[in-house]
């Protein structure tokens, strides 16, 4: 029996050390992000450039890109000393916005290869840090070094012209270590907060769904003090139009117009459990009592303040379809890291498992509904952004995007609207008009070539050919092998350690856990 005993220790032991073993490997194995391709001056020739603002498409054009930057737009260009690339009369168009992402540390190795792959040539990364460093998601001082490293050629992703704070939400969300005055329940927090993230550099704040009246109109008034505005959820315990008059310059999630616009709205502004907010039966009556005349007001102020709206449908179709085996089994999701992916389908299941089939028969009428609300704002007027939440369950990295501008494309917005809510539209968002998101003399060399007209038909935007990116060209060969190294770094057995190890250790993942 003793023999047993120490034999069964022994192998206790074992096993515990091999386990400890594997995960240091995991940890210190090093995976290295695609090697990028260095810009040069280039001659794009015989493409059928895409005209946003028309809708023309013009035939036989050329583009001569120098330095990164688009130098002329015409007809038989001399090349000079610029390389020739023949286009053979592709469609070209800018490189896409996703205005709406969040990015972790690994994004270098695992999202951002997707994001090129897609066409996605910049991002408005909707997430931050307190400090200058976590250990799990990227902060401000990264995605600064990326921008530099893409626009040098020496990282293959996407520009980030804009950096965020940690979303503000009333002071769970602060991690450990920090004040957690600084998630601005009160008007004095709302102030330190706004001085904070200044003194950091951070180009605009972000709201969140918890965070109480008074520091809310605290943060908005103390943000347009620094130059620095206000850009995410709208609080449910603030309406829409307090929030676009209080200078709000974007607002995310197919959400909006469903909670605003019926006559209960104030109701549930006020309400003491905001669990009620997430009913089957409340979402029936916002649905059934959807009130035209309200949106209509919504809408008419938000196109008098130029708010946009950045529906990202593809999280709403998470809520509808979490029981789908189809769409739980997406090709895709060979993608993504095997720990998200383990994430991804916990939360579908804890979706599924939440509601019944009337539950789930709510949720795809307030998706379907979401979506016909953003063609409805469109034609007001409103500025329609697309962005996807990647990498947000099911929101896959890149090609969420394309399936964003389906959705956008579903609610009604002619395709043209469509692509200039990728482009033209985000450039105008950040103050870049002319010189991002457009295909002309000046403006940044971001440009897709695609196989197929997009204009025909959206589902083109998936037939990426060729992406240039400040003047680095990625040929579908190359983008190909993005997309199968992203393919192998995802199942790679050291992917489980390295999330647990940079999870664990980051007070934003643990204050969100806790959460
Ligand atoms: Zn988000």
Redesign the pocket.
Known sequence: MKKILSLLARAVLGLGLLFGLYLAAGIIYPLSAPEAIAPRDLLLRDVRLIDLDTGAIRDGTDILVRDGRIAEVGRELPAADAEVLDANGRYALPGLFDM?V?SLRMAPVLTHPLQVAAGVTAVRD?GGCLGEHDSWVACAADKRQWNRDVIAGRMVGPRFDVVTSLAINGGKEIPSGWDPALGSATAAGARARVEHDAARGIDFLKPYSMLPREGYFALAEAAAEQDLYLAGHKPVRVSALEAIEAGQRSF?HAFLFIWECFPGAAEVRETENLREVYTHAMRERMLDKHSEAMCDALMDNMVAAGAAYVPTHTTRKLDAYSADPDFRDDPRLRYVPSPLRTLWLVDADSMAGRTDAAGLGSYRRFYEFGIAQSGRAHARGVQVLAGT?SP?SFAFPGFALHDELAHLAQSGMSNLDVLRAATVEPARFLGLEGRAGVLAAGARADILLLDADPLADIENIRTVNTVVLAGAVYDREYLDALLEEVESAAGHWSMWPKFAWQALRSPIFRAQAAD
């Open positions: 709406h969040h909707m995310e939440d947000d």
